[in-house]
Structure formats: C-alpha cells, structure tokens
C-alpha cells in the first residue's frame, strides 16, 4: 500500500512540476519572438529581462539553461540552433575594472547575442555580452565565449579559441 501512495505522490509531483515549467514557457512565448515550434527541452530554463528575445525555427534549448536581455538589448537565435543544458547567455555584465567595495551602482558592459543558424552549443557554455555566433558553429562543452565566432568554426575552451574550421 506505501508503495502505492509513493507512486501517486511522485506522479501528483511530476504532473504539477511539468505544468509549472509549461505555465512558464508559454508566457515566454507571450513575452518573447520565439517560433512555434521551438522547443523548452527540459526544466528549469529562464528567459528574463526587458530587452527582446527572438528564436527561429527548428531550434530547441536544454534544462537549467538561462537567458538574460537587457532593456534596449536583443538575443537572437536563429533556425535549427541546438543549444544544450545549462547554458547561460547574458546581454550585460560588470566591467571588471573597477572597484566592486564601492556602494555606487556598478558600471555595466551591454550588448546584444547574435546566433547564426544551424549553431551546436555544447553544455555548460557562457556566452558574454556582445557576440555574434556565425552560422554552422560549434561551440564546446564548458567554453566561456568572449569573443565573435566566424562561421563553420569549431572552438572550445576558457576562453573560447578556434580549434578547427568545419570541411563543409
């Protein structure tokens, strides 16, 4: 019999988890330009801020993965981008050169993310503000992107360096 309750408890669980997540993406849908038939693949993906979030066709997002645009700011992703878990993309960030003791408002760096189409981003990838992604990129798992990626480019690391261009 507890083996029975257990059961309809965790369903109960996973039922009312999954409709909190789908409540959340569809106001994404509402707030945001995300194409019908992209996909929310997983739980726990953010997408927050006042500036503008566009995604194309085809392309689907993975768990704990986040999306921060600033007022004035865009995110753009193109058709067929598969972006894994736990990514994190942000359109603004402190400058690190400046004292952070001070009680004054932080100094910010903004800018907006450009993905081409056609983009793989591994997991675990940070995406600084101000980068644009060229079409049919790799981005590896754990990279930290500081810097523009050129199309067909397949890069890695922290920071993010070319490792090879595609033979396409």
Known sequence: MKQ???????FIFKFGKSMYFNQNYNF?????????DFKFNGEN?????EGEIEIG???YIGSYSTIQTSKNCIVQIGDNCSISHNVRMYTSSNIPD?????TKSKEKTYGDIVIGNGVWIGANVFINPGINIGNNAVIGANSVVTK??????????VPAKLIRTKNV
């Open 4 to 10: 029975l309750i257990v059961k309809i408890v965790a």
């Open 28 to 36: 994404y849908r509402e707030k945001y330009e995300i194409n019908s």
């Open 45 to 49: 993906i953010i997408f927050y801020g």
């Open 57 to 59: 066709e085809n392309s």
């Open 98 to 102: 400046q004292d952070f003791n001070l």
């Open 148 to 157: 523009d990626i050129k199309e067909n480019s397949i890069v890695g690391g």
